[in-house]
């Protein structure tokens, strides 16, 4: 589900890039074959595409539209799959002491802080169900109870030059998001699924929740979250893997 | 020899509609086989010849570039179908119907029949951006997902059907032009052509001059 993506279809199997422009070159074909092979065109029309398309869809998102939400009988718990790297390679998941874990937020904020759980599940709470996509192109409505982002961030004050906000998590999987989505009203830190505690295939014990980005956007086991004002060349775990960066729903 | 010619705008229209077509089908294959939707994972995959963009992501690349041509060529042509009122002879009227009904010339009945089929395709195109719109942001534009009773399969389902329906008739839009006017009037679509015997021409469908 999160974390998602398609472990078939990626580059494992793949001529290396720099080894492949050898090849191209050493044949004489590298004009020929830059527009049409692996790792080619596809890779060209995003590099040149991917500003105009972020600029539509950053457009047309409203950060004060609210995602519909379900009645919990909407909810579909089977449906949610598990599509994550490490567990689909059958290694084993992050395992975290909740009584351990802290979640530090760190970046331009004039009031760096951690936080362990028991103050998270303190801070006023959300519930909401709402559909969670994937960009493999499946769906589940799921249920996820957390701390809005935004509380967070009132309480930590990000500096005005601050765009971005950065997730770290315990398995070395990383995000960045545009503010407006991180701020969105229904975008959560979340400790609870489905009326229950968060599984650990699930994130457990703190992961992003939202119903405005893709579910690839939505870290598990998250850490750490930064407030940024410039992006970082490591804009994400699948975007730098030519997924795309603003993924908004 | 009678010269078939196209106005540069009909030409413009078919052509980059016919490769934004190719683009956004073969793409949309392509994200289709991450999960297809009919079966999910254990689903059945489209033929991988079929697939433009590699993976996923290279689908997906392919789909959100092409999107553009395939909506602002729709657009245009909306906008020019209103301003040169060509809609009053390439869209189907109650006429059609009744010489469908009840027409003894067979000819009428096919310029009938492919008035209607244009329309149909016209409308499938409209559909498939409507639908893909609404899964592209499911959320900004949510109503789209309610016009499908706010199912996510329903929404997938009713982006995927598309691609047959496009299919079916762009062929019926391809036989009925060469009823109308053989090899000629389908090869003036794209480029001059050329027609020995002089034919009785329609100016609803054939705009051959000499």
Known sequence: ?249 | MIRLHQKWLVRFFHGLNLMALWAMIGSGLQIYNANPVFGGRAGVDAPKILTIGGWLAGGRHWHFFFMWFFALNLLWYGVYLLVSRHWQQRYPSLKDLKAIQSGKNPKRITYSWHRITILLLIATLLWSLVTGLGMYKPVQFSWIVSLVGGEWQALRIAHFLPVVAIVLLSWSHIRHGLKIGGWPLLQSIFVDAYRRSPRKSNPSSDRSHP
């Not at chain 1, 084993?92 to 979640?103: E, F, G, M, N, T």
């Open chain 1, 1 to 249: 589900m999160s974390n998602s993506s398609l472990p078939e279809d990626f580059a494992p199997g793949r001529i290396p890039r720099r080894r492949f422009l050898q090849l191209a070159q050493f044949s004489g074909l590298g004009t020929l074959l830059s527009g049409c092979s692996v790792g080619g065109l596809e890779a060209v029309i995003h590099q040149a595409w991917e500003p105009v398309n972020q600029t539509l869809q950053s457009a047309i998102f409203n950060p004060q539209r609210l995602a519909p939400e379900f009645p919990d009988a909407a909810i579909q718990p089977q449906a949610l799959l598990t599509n994550d790297i490490n567990f689909n390679a059958g290694r084993p998941l992050p395992a975290i002491d909740p009584q351990q874990y802290r979640l530090k937020i760190t970046g331009d904020v004039a009031q760096p802080q951690s936080f362990s759980l028991a103050a998270l599940q303190a801070l006023p709470a959300r519930t909401m169900t709402i559909r969670h996509v994937c960009v493999e192109g499946w769906a589940a409505v799921v249920k996820w109870t957390g701390v809005p982002l935004q509380a967070i961030a009132a309480l930590v004050q990000p500096l005005e030059t601050v765009r971005y906000a950065y997730f770290y998590s315990e398995d070395g999987y990383y995000e960045s998001w545009d503010l407006a989505s991180a701020l969105h009203p229904q975008t959560l830190m979340v400790y609870g699924k489905n009326g229950g505690p968060l599984p650990p295939e699930n994130g457990a014990p703190l992961r992003l929740a939202s119903p405005v980005k893709l579910g690839y956007k939505q870290s598990k086991w998250v850490t750490e979250i930064g407030f940024l004002s410039q992006l970082p060349s490591r804009r994400g775990y699948w975007e730098d893997r030519g997924y795309e960066w603003y993924a908004g729903l």
